[in-house]
Structures are given as structure tokens and as C-alpha cells.
Nanobody, 119 residues
Framework: QVQMAESGGGLVQAGGSLRLSCAGS????????MGWFRQAPGKEREFVAF????????YYADSVKGRFTISRDNAKNTVYLEMNSLKPEDSAIYYC????????????WGQGTQVTVSS
């Protein structure tokens, strides 16, 4: 199982940008498809973006399509989420996890990184 540590969140105005990072531990990091997920207060955790093992295949939730970009660097055991044109509704704690399609693969989660978008 891969352990993840998310970073890069913060407070940003609407229309701004942030880049999140997820550092994975373990030699098998590159063997997993990876995803970003988010959870806003009072809501269930939801899928945001997916990247395949090789980084070739990506897809996104409709709510972020065209604004967010997921990528990975297997040499650094890191997955990224570039977020542009941020909206207040993007405010949430963002997590990464190994992904099985649009679902998280592992039951355990890191601490996540808080993203707050002010209007």
C-alpha cells in the first residue's frame, strides 16, 4: 500500500490558481493509477481527477474539466493537481489516493491539504 502526503493548499481569490502535490512513499507508487479527491464541509468526499500509471490517460469530474490538470512524475513518486480559474465552490480539503476509476482504492487517507477560495 502507498502512503500519501498532500501539500500546496492555501487561501486564494476566485479566479486564482494553486498547484497541489501528493508525495507517495513506497517502491510500487508507479504501479498505481492515482486520483485526487476532495471533501467540502458537510459533504461527502468526491472524485476530482484521475491519472493512469504511465500518466498518459487522464479524466476529470465535470465540475473541474477545463480548469484543473492532473499529472505525475514517477521518478519523484509525486502526483500534481494544477488548479486554475478557481471558484468558491472548489473550497475543500483535497486528498490523493490510488484510484480504481473514479473511486479510491485504499481505505486509508492522508491528512489532505486545505484549499479555500474567497469570492
Amino acid at each position: 500500500q502507498v502512503q500519501m502526503a498532500e501539500s500546496g493548499g492555501g487561501l486564494v481569490q476566485a479566479g486564482g490558481s494553486l498547484r497541489l502535490s501528493c508525495a507517495g512513499s513506497g517502491r510500487t507508487f508507479s504501479a498505481y493509477n492515482m486520483g485526487w479527491f476532495r471533501q467540502a464541509p458537510g459533504k461527502e468526499r468526491e472524485f476530482v481527477a484521475f491519472v493512469s500509471e504511465s500518466g498518459v490517460v487522464t479524466y476529470y469530474a465535470d465540475s473541474v474539466k477545463g480548469r484543473f490538470t492532473i499529472s505525475r512524475d514517477n521518478a519523484k513518486n509525486t502526483v500534481y493537481l494544477e488548479m486554475n480559474s478557481l471558484k468558491p465552490e472548489d473550497s475543500a480539503i483535497y486528498y490523493c489516493n490510488a484510484a480504481g476509476g473514479r473511486a479510491a482504492l485504499f481505505d486509508s487517507w492522508g491528512q489532505g491539504t486545505q484549499v479555500t477560495v474567497s469570492s
